[in-house]
């Protein structure tokens, strides 16, 4: 397995401590006092004190405004259009800044397409088709085409929303088999993850992980860190799929269309975006704009949310005028939760460019009365527009349907592409780490920070220390100290990181001055339980009597713990926490680099305070914002560590990695890695405790 190294790699960090303390010494030095600090601890449980939530709406509100920011810049970009010029360079640009989100595209291969098997139907026939899109990476697929109509017809790609099944979906199987009964070719495609493409297979040939989403999420994660983005991969298929189209004789080349519905949708957008050859889509039920899915609060899959795609002042219209003055078709349901209303407004705004363009009938907008799906009443305008496009006619309504059994649809012999060889998209992810690995360079000490800043996105601090709120004591919190003061630090506008002095005197007032000595420590998942329970930050007081002791809750965690994206959903898959660390990668600014800014503001105000001495502790999940800071940080003297993650590179090459999406920074091992930055800290004093691997991130 690829996995081999990953011990030792965990061994060398925790004997060698990085030429610091062994981890035995270590051990020793604190387990005395760990133990009676935790027997104190169970006295008090943390669970009898409410937990705090004074900042709940803090990451919505700034990601609200950071989307609007994004839309209004696009906005301006579309309403300087005046001339059919204007609307011409326009289409360029989106085209290059859409490459630039999606990345070079990787060399065309060998497809090996094979025919497994052939179902002959009443006007059309069905062939299950194997192909490669990558060497051994298999897509799976059934061709419908026409039997009836004479010469070349057109073909139509389709792609599939998130369904167990795949192309066998009833809705799925309708649109393909409407269209052939209509006289139109239509291959249909299995994504990974779905269908007979489980990457993460069971023993009983399921999905160990249930498949669909949760497939997608769990090996989309880790392919950031290398550079890659799931989406990509989905385009890919398609293009190789439509390859593989025009290697048949029975397709004119002149009308090859796209369409999809919901992660369907999504993949018919991107493909407008990146496929010249198309020309007619159909995106269902996916068009809005991205103001309005973070509005509502609507988390997506890995493969929706395209790498610095907001950064670049891109929306939902933008994809689809890099194919225009193309027929598109936008397919909205009324009930949708993709918003109709974005809907429209791309319409409108898509309306402007294709007028300019001298070809204001190719773009049109249906929407259904229907909740989410590619329903009867979207499907059928879907033909209309499509044999409007090729000069084939609609009929009047959808023909009768009769829907395959899932088995007689499978290309391979038991149902999945693993059985017949495939290689799974996380084995490219490890080769390419590893080769990453292999190349790296080692960086100087300034080398390091410089690539550090550029790759967390840190933007420049400020010249003074932040200003901040002294909030009203909550009362007793069983802290270790008589007395504490809470301070809402503002790091930037609209966000705070909240940051609790203790002290065994009432302090109610701005910072207090006078101590040379400050500790400061970044929580886990929140300062005010880790104060009053975890042995960790009580040995911590105990070590620096003579030093002032803050507690840091970065953005996000703890005091500011989103309640959005449903009730207690921050750590599912589909929660806050991986809606906000998703859309931070969309505006290229990565909620890791996010959540470290607010520790450097941090260590601005307590330098500014007379802290000329800095130790910062991080523990868990807030053990890498403390590295990076403290690497970036001349007022660090002393760096502590525990539960931090071992490497960027376990992540990557480990299937079951259990770190949230928040962790994955985005192309850092083109760059650096973790044990490059513990190597960097040796100078500031690090202890490096306990670390932690891929499976650990969500103790």
């Known amino acids: 397995m690829d996995s081999s190294p990953l011990p030792r790699r965990r061994e060398f960090l925790q004997t ?13 030095l604190f387990a005395s006092t760990s133990t009676a600090l935790a027997q104190t601890a169970a006295t008090t449980p943390a669970a009898a004190v409410p937990a705090l939530n004074r900042f709940p709406r803090m990451m919505q509100e700034w990601l609200v405004a950071e989307v609007r920011a994004a839309e209004a810049r696009g906005n301006a970009r579309r309403d300087a259009l005046k001339t059919k010029a204007d609307a011409e360079a326009y ?27 052939t179902l002959e139907r009443d006007g059309y026939r069905i062939e ?42 009833e809705a799925y199987q309708s649109f393909a088999q409407g269209l052939a009964r209509q006289g139109q070719a239509c291959f249909i495609i299995d994504p990974a993850g779905q269908g007979e493409r489980f990457q993460y297979l069971n023993e009983k040939l399921g999905s160990r992980l249930g498949g669909g989403t949760s497939e997608h999420n769990q090996m989309g994660g880790p392919q950031a860190l290398i550079g890659e983005f799931l989406g990509t991969w989905f385009v890919w298929d398609a293009m190789r799929a439509l390859d593989y189209l025009l290697t048949r004789q029975e397709i004119d080349p002149k009308h090859l269309g796209v369409t999809g519905n919901s992660g369907g949708g999504t993949q018919t957008t991107w493909l407008c975006g990146m496929e010249p050859r198309f020309t007619m889509g159909a ?78 009938e190719n773009i049109q907008l249906h929407i259904g009365p229907d909740p989410h799906g590619y329903t009867q009443s979207n499907r059928e305008a879907m033909y209309r527009f499509f044999g409007k496009v090729t000069g084939i006619p609609a009929a009047a309504a959808e023909p009768t349907i009769t829907v395959e059994k899932d088995a007689d649809l499978l290309c391979t012999p038991r149902g999945q592409v693993a059985e017949a060889g495939s290689r799974t998209l996380m084995s490219f992810t490890r080769e390419k780490a590893d080769n990453l690995a292999a190349k790296r360079k080692h960086l100087t000490a300034e080398a390091l920070q410089k690539t550090v800043r550029e790759t967390l996105k840190l933007p420049a601090l400020a010249n003074t220390p932040p200003d901040y709120r002294i909030l009203r004591s909550v009362g007793a919190r ?111 600014r990565p909620l890791l680099g996010q959540r470290t800014f607010d520790v450097l503001r941090v260590i601005q105000l307590l330098a500014a305070a007379g802290h000329t001495e800095i130790h910062i502790a991080g523990q868990g999940w807030g053990a890498l914002p403390a590295a990076f800071a403290a690497l970036l940080s001349r007022e660090v003297k002393q760096v502590t560590l525990k539960h931090a993650l071992s490497s960027f590179h376990e992540l990557a090459v480990h299937d079951d990695q259990q770190w949230p999406t928040a962790f994955m920074l985005p192309q850092v091992l083109q760059h650096f890695d973790l044990p490059d930055c513990y190597v960097g800290l040796k100078s500031r004093n690090l202890r490096l405790l306990e670390p932690w691997g891929a499976a650990d991130g969500m103790k």
């Open 16 to 28: 060698t401590c990085l030429g610091l303390l062994s981890w035995p010494v270590m051990q020793s």
């Open 283 to 360: 995106p269902s039920c996916f068009i809005t704009t991205f103001r309005r899915d973070a509005e509502n609060e609507l988390p997506q899959d890995m493969e929706q949310c395209p790498p610095r795609v907001l950064a670049h002042d891109l929306d939902h219209c933008d994809f689809l005028a890099a194919m225009a003055p193309k027929p598109v078709i936008i397919m909205a349901q009324e009930k949708d939760y993709f918003d109709a209303r974005g809907s429209t407004e791309t319409y409108e705004r898509l309306k402007k460019l294709y007028t300019l363009l001298g070809k204001p």
């Open 91 to 117: 289409v360029k640009s989106v085209q290059e800044r859409i490459r630039q989100c999606f990345g070079p595209l990787p060399e065309k291969t060998p497809l090996n397409a094979k025919v497994t098997k």
């Open 478 to 588: 069983k802290y270790p100290t008589k007395a504490y003061c809470t301070y809402a630090v503002e790091t930037e506008p609209l966000i705070h990181a909240v940051v609790t002095r203790l002290s065994d005197e009432a302090l109610t007032s701005r910072l207090p001055r006078g101590l040379s000595k400050a500790v400061l420590y970044i929580s886990h998942r929140s300062a005010d339980a880790e104060l009053r329970g975890d042995p960790f930050v009580q040995e911590l007081i105990a070590a620096s009597p003579d030093a002032a002791f803050f507690a840091c809750d970065v953005r996000g965690i703890g005091d500011s713990q989103p309640d959005t994206c449903g009730a207690n959903q921050f750590n599912g898959r589909y929660g806050s926490h991986y809606f906000y660390a998703a859309y931070s990668q969309m505006l290229d």
């Open 128 to 169: 299950n088709i194997v192909f490669e899109s990558r060497p051994n990476f298999l897509v799976t697929g059934n061709l419908y085409l026409p039997t009836e109509r004479k010469g070349p017809v057109p073909g139509v790609i389709g792609v599939c929303g998130h369904s167990l099944n795949g192309k066998a979906a």
